[in-house]
T-cell receptor, first 116, second 113 residues
Framework: DSGVTQTPKHLITATGQRVTLRCSPR?????VYWYQQSLDQGLQFLIQ???????AKGNILERFSAQQFPDLHSELNLSSLELGDSALYFC???????????????FGPGTRLTVT | LAKTTQPISMDSYEGQEVNITCSHN???????ITWYQQFPSQGPRFIIQ???TKVTNEVASLFIPADRKSSTLSLPRVSLSDTAVYYC??????????????FGTGTQLKVEL
């Protein structure tokens, strides 16, 4: 158990819909990261928040957005869903957001999103 | 952007030592080398991290030569439960202080009896 929690575990929805995925980081961790893992794309970094502020952005679509709240939990919002958005979405946390070369992140169990 | 290259798959038997080598020719001066393990439908799990020479913890050893252009993850006496995908990563430093992990395709390790 990494200490990172994600809800829901599974989510099935239809194309065009909007969903929200939730992540609670490990106690004391200030950084939250979101990743998408699909069969054809592998594990892709989406976005990082550090203490409420966006810190790094990866291959995140404009239909996707995220935020980190004062209690440090984070939400990933996915809208206008398409079939290709079906994937495992992982949240990870780490104590630091500094670009210091220290890259130990703790991953949650993931949310499996199925778009039908 | 430091990229990594590692074998797509490896097979081994229980009790053997497994060495997975990763090349990262363009590693930056300040970058650490990090290895993660991932089981199907689970999030990656941090295994080990190092900067140079040798690092050892309770599950693995990491060997890094002086030029840091490659690294080798060593798993002693593997068991069936070590069957997983192993990712070698070097960090991408982002202007503004972000940390972005770039996962490659990883190495699928299969351990058999």
């Amino acid at each position: 158990d990494s200490g990172v929690t994600q809800t829901p575990k599974h989510l099935i929805t239809a194309t065009g819909q909007r969903v929200t995925l939730r992540c609670s980081p490990r106690s004391g961790d200030l950084s939250v990261y979101w990743y998408q893992q699909s069969l054809d794309q592998g594990l892709q970094f989406l976005i990082q928040y550090y203490n409420g502020e966006e810190r790094a952005k990866g291959n995140i679509l404009e239909r996707f957005s995220a935020q980190q709240f004062p209690d440090l939990h984070s939400e990933l919002n996915l809208s206008s869903l398409e079939l290709g958005d079906s994937a495992l979405y992982f949240c990870a946390s780490s104590p630091t957001g500094r670009a210091s070369g220290y890259y130990e992140q703790y991953f949650g169990p993931g949310t499996r999103l199925t778009v039908t | 952007l430091a990229k990594t290259t590692q074998p797509i798959s490896m097979d081994s038997y229980e009790g053997q030592e497994v060495n997975i080598t990763c090349s990262h020719n363009n590693i930056a001066t300040n970058d650490y080398i990090t290895w993660y393990q991932q089981f199907p439908s689970q999030g990656p799990r941090f295994i080990i991290q190092g900067y140079k020479t040798k690092v050892t913890n309770e599950v693995a050893s990491l060997f890094i030569p002086a030029d840091r252009k490659s690294s080798t993850l060593s798993l002693p006496r593997v068991s069936l439960s070590d069957t997983a995908v192993y990712y070698c990563l070097v960090g991408d430093r982002i202007t503004g202080g972000g940390n972005k992990l770039t996962f490659g395709t990883g190495t699928q390790l299969k351990v058999e009896l």
